[in-house]
């Protein structure tokens, strides 16, 4: 039935289904063909995209069940046995597991700590700058690092953190005797970690601040400023204050994704002599299961890993819906 | 706010301070976020000699384009390079091709079912079923080692088509009813008039995209065997980070005016290079973008 050639409906309803009183009454399952075949344009648009949701990332949570499975390649996720929580109790009883738990939390507490704030001062100060050129010239080059390789970022901290490097270099003319072999210790990799990542990330994640910056009303300032008010206290009593909804929705969606750790960069940068401080929940499931083929423990490491971070989210949500009265979502 | 830059002279003495503290901060940043970049460019142009005994720190020293001239002759860098881009480009034009359509279909309040096909997208946001699976789902599927599963596998980020449904949301649909006045379809409508209108949305969604595309290596380390499929990213892993190189890269490197360093770092110089090329063009962009997207999501 085409809502065009309709000739009872008014025009007004062209795009709106046409209400019941126009229409014989019809079963749900008549309705639910009907309202297919009149939008049969618009599911055909949606199909792809939501094919893909089902192969892609529908499917794999089958796959899910393998953590409570004895799971081996030949047998296949449905032949394979049930163990019950076999894995998790292998999972919950590895000291090596728990310290990827406690390394995961701590990684993302010191970056809570170090790398949150760093984006939020960068914007309070490229708002302070007054010549327009050198503003727009430290912006691009600030955003620039994001859009290069984590593996290239990860070649330059090896590169200048090898014993050879040109940290070393430094340290070595300023008076060290011997080169620090940086990456093989445990100390060190947190702070080389988190301080690459502000390098890589700090600059970009200013934007969204500078954004909410630019939304302050100017007749603000003005005001302050007939009051005789300093910059520096402008910026602290005014700017701050009113990018503060900003920074609080940035810190919640933190908190949702506070065991996201980019495994990625992990891997690149760890070493066995740095597991200690460095092996994280992601990198742990890694090596145990494309590495050791051991699949059925590292889903069970996968399922706590996300129920952990869903109920993180979750709860981040409610938290913003109460604070901000929009939730993020 | 309306305080030009020819005004200083109506600051205080202790706003002028509290400016110039500013401009050399941000000064300091600058210099620091650029240096990794000017090192390397200069230990790539340097003698490997000369790297080796740290007289390499600014500028570079003995210059010489041999570590370039090493690295370029590595036919497989060269088969990396072009992987990278057929990734890049075909990648992104698939995303798209899924994103566009799926995203306006999602926005129309005509769909059936549209908060329930909303939620069903959303949902891989809070929850994803994790590396294992992923991999045992591409496994089963019979594609590993493919570049179709590498273009097909992570073709749809949540995220991008929430974005894109969030512009054509903001489309007012005016032009909509107008077009279907004059006899327009559901895709003439989407092609004719709401495409042309979201070109902004689409080449940030399009940039998002491709950065993604241009810097992943993991799936493609963990999917691919065969190397002449690798991007780039996984063969400067391979080189870079786990000092990787075949016996006859090192000797061959010794008795040359280049060094490991110093084609390590003309490696990374040539893959930087098509970033910098492009970076001007998408600047304005990625600005817009991020805000369309950080905080409703």
């Not at chain 2, 929430?162 to 903001?170: A, G, H, P």
């Not at chain 2, 380390?221 to 002449?228: C, G, H, K, S, T």
Request: hydrophobic share 50%; glycine share 6%.
């Amino acid at each position: 039935m085409s809502v065009m050639t309709d000739p009872g409906v008014s025009h007004t309803s062209i795009l709106t289904p046409p209400s019941e009183f126009d229409l014989p009454p019809l079963t749900l399952g008549q309705r639910f063909i009907a309202s297919i075949l009149r939008n049969w344009q618009i599911y055909l648009m949606l199909a792809p995209m939501v094919i893909y949701f089902l192969i892609f990332a529908y499917r794999p949570m089958l796959g899910l069940t393998i953590a409570f499975k004895d799971f081996s390649l030949f047998k296949g996720i449905w032949g394979s046995p049930w163990v019950g929580l076999e894995h998790f109790r292998t999972l919950f009883e590895d000291p090596y597991f728990w310290r990827a738990v406690k390394n995961t939390v701590i990684i993302s507490g010191l970056s809570l700590i170090f790398a949150f704030p760093a984006p939020i001062i960068l914007a309070l100060m490229f708002n302070e700058l007054r010549h327009q050129g050198f503003k727009r010239m430290a912006q691009t080059i600030a955003y620039l690092p994001h859009f290069i390789s984590i593996v290239i970022v990860a070649g330059i901290v090896v590169n200048f953190f090898a014993p050879s490097g040109i940290v070393n270099l430094i340290l070595m003319k300023l008076g060290a005797e011997d080169p620090t072999y940086f990456l093989t210790k445990p100390e060190w990799f947190r702070p080389i970690f988190i301080g690459s990542n502000i390098w890589k990330e700090a600059g970009f994640e200013s934007i969204i601040y500078l954004a909410a910056i630019a939304g302050v009303s100017p007749s603000l300032y003005e005001s302050a400023k007939v009051d005789g008010a300093t910059r520096f206290q402008m910026m602290y009593l005014i700017t701050l204050p009113c990018i503060l909804p900003t920074i609080l929705i940035m810190l919640i969606i933190r908190i949702g994704n506070l065991l996201e750790v980019s495994f990625e960069y992990v891997i690149l940068l760890y070493q066995p002599a740095t597991y200690e401080t460095a092996d994280v929940i992601t990198t742990w499931i890694y090596r145990q299961g494309l590495q050791n083929n051991n699949y059925d423990v590292a889903t069970a490491a996968g399922v706590f890993n996300a129920v952990v971070a869903f109920t993180l989210v979750i709860t981040a949500n409610r938290l913003s819906r109460r604070l901000s009265k929009t939730s993020l979502w | 706010m309306s305080i030009s830059t020819g005004s200083f002279d109506l600051y205080s003495r202790g706003d002028k301070f509290f400016g110039w503290a500013v401009t050399i901060l941000l000064g300091l940043f600058v210099a620091s976020t650029l240096y990794p970049f000017v090192y390397v460019l200069s230990a790539s142009m340097s003698s490997g000699a000369a790297v080796a005994r740290g007289d390499v720190v600014l500028t570079p020293k003995e210059i010489t384009f041999d570590a370039f001239r090493y690295v370029m002759a590595d036919r497989q860098f060269w088969v990396a390079y072009g992987n990278t881009f057929y990734y890049t480009i075909v990648g992104t034009l698939t995303s798209l091709a899924f994103i566009i359509p799926g995203a306006y279909a999602l926005s129309r309040p005509q769909l059936p079912f549209r908060s329930g096909f909303n939620l069903f997208v959303a949902f891989t946001l809070w929850f994803n079923a994790g590396m294992i699976p992923v991999f045992l789902n591409i496994r089963d599927l019979g594609i590993l080692d493919t570049r179709f599963a590498i273009i097909i596998a992570f073709a749809v980020n949540a995220f991008n088509a929430i974005l894109m449904r969030n512009f054509f949301e903001s489309v007012p649909r005016s032009f909509e009813e107008a077009a279907r006045m004059d006899g327009a379809n559901d895709f003439q409508i989407l092609w004719r008039v709401y495409m042309p209108l979201s070109k902004p949305a689409i080449i940030t969604v399009a940039l998002f995209c491709a950065v993604f595309r241009w810097n992943g290596y993991f799936w493609a380390m963990v999917i691919l065997r065969d190397q002449d499929k690798l991007p780039l990213q996984v063969y400067l892993k391979e080189i870079i980070v786990e000092l990787n190189m075949s016996d006859e890269f090192a000797t061959d490197l010794l008795s040359s005016s280049y060094s490991f360093e110093t084609a390590i770092a003309a490696i990374i110089v040539l893959s930087i290079i098509p970033v910098i090329i492009v970076y001007p063009y998408i600047q304005k962009y990625f600005q817009k973008g991020v805000m369309l997207g950080g905080v409703k999501e």
